[in-house]
């Protein structure tokens, strides 16, 4: 029996070692990020500034792959896209069609055989794939595939899906793609490059983001239209959940081949993951949504004080909601070192709130005696919150008031976000109250779920908010729950 058939018949089979996850304190990290071009002399170039503008979607790594009809040429590497590329790298980078991938490692290690895209030669030719999401039941389909003869050069569960493509018995391309996507269980928004074709599939609850638009004649993919500004291109449509689009040279065409499914965007792209001047989920602006959702925490959280600070930069757009709906001035209490490294030597004599300060540094003249309130867009363990709750007073506050625009964090998620298991979440285990006095600050409040949905755009029930209320929209084999270290046996499911 071979491993396409084996998968089907035996969707409970126990996997192998559960992947690694890495951990970094107090924020989710970006998942990852996909870029592709179709049609154009500058493909290369054109992929490392979509790349650029996709940064912080994923800073551990990047790649591009390009593809003159004939070959593949890739160019990848640890660390930030500026410092990976430069014009000698992407002058190899030969053909009209490319594809790219930031990454922040939601399963595999931090390693370059993890790097994506990751490429093969097989029976239909060249084959490169990107993937942003993650795949929940990718350990025990590595496993089955192994067990027939499998060998694989990455930890990255995006590797199962070139191994099933491979393994399909279906006469096309096209069809092993869809074969393969068929068994695997999950987030995935992916840009495939092939010898001919430029091909884009996004999973059928429709998870991450993933856009379609046009760059002169060609056509052009990002998870996000903020890659579209900055080359100029035009958004004309996201990809659909559930669609596949293939472009070639005769043009683009659209396919819907699997079963439709309940819509589940994540509804964390909203509050922290996507650029606030990027447009997703069809053509919804990321920036007045949050101003909206600081604006309906000042309506559920009204506290009085003399100035509203945000958390930069990812709490500026809902501070300033919240300054708007409270009536109360905004101020920039804190300050960013935008030019912090990956890396740091930290002295050996001891620096009040070292860590925190590498970011940020509040500003005494604007904080001295003052009521303040302090808008995030979440907390996740609370160490660096209090921190700076520590930092604001020690700047002579007088009283400090945290507001946080989404819900309490108590659940990881599992369809491409790198979170922090269960028990670190504070969340998840500690009532309001008790993160208050943790943190250590006069007041917390966070905003409530509905109001989170009702300032989202659209319906409440087309969004993702596992994280927030341990609701999975895919519910869980046993043998996923055991390697993914879920032990409830009725955890409750969105569908």
Partial sequence: MDAINSIQQRGDAKGSNAPVHLITPDKFHDQCAVFGLFGHREAANLTYLGLYALQHRGQESSGIVSSDGRDLYQEKGMGLVADIFSKKEIRRLKGTRAIGHNRYSTAGESHLKNVQP???????????LAHNGNLINAPILRSELEAYGSIFQ???????????????????LVNRI????????????????????LIVVRDPHGFRPLCLGRFKEAWVVASETCAFDLIGAEFVRE?????????NEKGLTSHHPFIPQPPAKCVFEFVYFSRPDSKIFGSTAVYPVRKALGRQLAKEAMVQ???????????VPAALGYAEGAGIPFEIGLTRNHYMGRTFIEPEQSIRHFGVKLKLNAVPEILEGKRVVVVDDSIVRGTTSRKI????RHAGAREVHMRISSPP????????????TKKELIGSSHAIEEIRKYIMADSLA???????LNAAPGKADSYCHACFTDQYPISFTKAEQLQLGLFEPHRKAGS
């Fill in 118 to 128: 990751l490429t093969v030669n097989f029976a239909f030719g060249n084959l490169a």
């Fill in 154 to 172: 990455s930890d990255s569960d995006s590797e199962v899906i070139i191994h099933l493509i491979a393994h399909s018995k279906a006469e096309t």
């Fill in 178 to 197: 869809i074969d393969a996507l068929s068994l695997v269980r999950g987030a995935f928004s992916l840009a495939i490059l092939t010898d001919n074709d």
């Fill in 239 to 247: 990809v659909e959940p559930g669609e596949l689009v293939v472009i």
């Fill in 305 to 315: 004080a003399d100035m509203v600070i945000p958390v930069p930069d990812s709490g």
């Fill in 389 to 392: 709750v520590k930092m604001i």
């Fill in 409 to 420: 964090i108590v659940a990881p998620c599992f369809y491409g976000i790198d979170t922090p």
């Fill in 446 to 452: 966070y905003l409530s779920l509905e109001g989170m």
